[in-house]
């Protein structure tokens, strides 16, 4: 079936360092696919999103390219700042809602 | 945007009692909401789609008679956790597509979700 690895946490950075966190998946077709980020105490929010191969999804500094040919869709951002620390969910869809497969979650701790 | 609730944030409770947990969407209509549930550094996974005016419909390896859903009505859906054992402390998410229904510019909104510790 579907499936959805991402790299295992806790990830920790300095301010402005370079950040990312690997996400590929198995699927059948291809899916839609996506970033959400979990503040503490918050619910999931959707960071950023591609419905098709070669598309570049971005928002608030963070960056990820569904890459058909290595079925990934890893998480960049250029330069990390405090507030950015949060779980990070990478997740697949293919059809309906009710399919929506999530990784296990990245924390990221970032420290001034 | 659009908001979904859930109540209590975080609820203890001893082990052979029933808890409940609500999903609210706020200010909007949901005739189907999401369960989910996610253990400790694992992913989420859908336990059951909850659907107003009719039976939920439960994923594979989920008990139907532990984890009891009610859609209540368009604005909310309860989960209970009937029996509840150690083995059933987990984090539940519950949410709710968008106003206007699916489509692929429309995403999931989520609660901010329910740890459940059974003693």
């Known amino acids: 079936g579907n499936s959805v690895t991402q790299m295992e946490g806790p990830v920790t950075l300095s301010e402005e360092a370079f950040l990312t966190i690997n996400c590929t998946y198995t699927?059948?077709?291809?899916?839609?696919l996506f970033w959400y980020v979990q503040y503490p105490g918050e619910g999931l929010q959707l960071l950023l999103k591609?419905?098709?191969?070669?598309d570049k999804g971005s928002n608030k500094g963070f960056e990820a390219t569904y890459r058909k040919e290595t079925t990934s869709f890893h998480l960049e951002k250029g330069s990390v700042q405090v507030s950015d620390s949060a779980v990070y969910f990478c997740?697949?869809?293919?059809?309906?809602?009710?399919?929506?497969?999530f990784g296990a979650g990245t924390r990221l701790a970032v420290h001034p | 945007g659009a908001v979904v609730s859930q109540h209590p944030s975080w609820v203890i409770c001893k082990s052979g009692t029933s808890v409940k947990i609500e999903c609210r969407s706020l200010?909007?209509?949901?005739?189907?909401m999401f369960w989910y549930r996610q253990f400790p550094k694992q992913s989420l996974m859908l336990m059951a789609t909850?659907?107003?005016?009719?039976?939920?419909?439960?994923e594979q390896g989920v008990e139907k008679d532990k984890f009891l859903i009610n859609h209540a009505s368009l604005t909310l859906s309860t989960l209970t956790v009937t029996s509840a054992h150690p083995e059933d402390s987990s984090f539940y998410i519950c949410?709710?597509?968008?106003?206007?229904?699916?489509?692929?510019?429309?995403?999931?909104?989520f609660g901010a979700g329910s740890r459940l510790t059974v003693l």
């Open positions: 949410s709710a597509p968008p106003p206007g229904g699916y489509s692929g510019a429309n995403v999931l909104t």
């Open positions: 699927a059948t077709g291809y899916p839609s």
């Open positions: 591609a419905t098709k191969a070669d």
């Open positions: 997740a697949s869809l293919s059809g309906g809602y009710n399919k929506l497969i």
């Open positions: 200010d909007f209509q949901a005739t189907t």
């Open positions: 909850s659907n107003e005016g009719s039976k939920a419909t439960y």
